[in-house]
Nanobody, 128 residues
Framework: QVHLGESGGGVAQLGGSLRLSCEAS?????????IAWFHQAPGLEREGISCISDNNNATWYAEGVKGRFTISRDNAKNTVFLQMDSLKPEDTGIYYCAAEQDPPPGSNCRRSRDFSSWGRGTQVMVSS
């Protein structure tokens, strides 16, 4: 069973930075997996903003964070990071880490239903 734990949330100023961490465990060896970050703004649905694969480190970003956020991984620490720069008030919300092993063709990093393992989330607030 995959377990995910997020950390690194907090309060940042407009234009500031935060780095989120997602510590993962329980992946079955020799199975391909993807880890994603989702953002849930107050009153809105959870949406995928970035993801990274474990075999070739391919990455994807939603248009709203492209150029501002960077996803990376440290396999030795079983941790995926989300470096968030140039923060905006609309980045406020809860950030969740999600994972899926052997995602089927057509899986989409934007869709929460394509991921079966979730962390509890970490809160981010950007003040202006």
């Amino acid at each position: 069973q995959v377990h995910l734990g997020e950390s690194g949330g907090g309060v940042a100023q407009l234009g500031g930075s935060l780095r989120l961490s997602c510590e993962a465990s329980g992946f079955t060896q020799r199975r391909y997996h993807i880890i994603a970050w989702f953002h849930q703004a107050p009153g809105l649905e959870r949406e995928g903003i970035s993801c990274i694969s474990d075999n070739n480190n391919a990455t994807w970003y939603a248009e709203g964070v492209k150029g501002r956020f960077t996803i990376s991984r440290d396999n030795a620490k079983n941790t995926v990071f989300l470096q968030m720069d140039s923060l905006k008030p609309e980045d406020t919300g809860i950030y969740y880490c999600a994972a899926e092993q052997d995602p089927p063709p057509g899986s989409n990093c934007r869709r929460s239903r394509d991921f079966s393992s979730w962390g509890r989330g970490t809160q981010v607030m950007v003040s202006s």
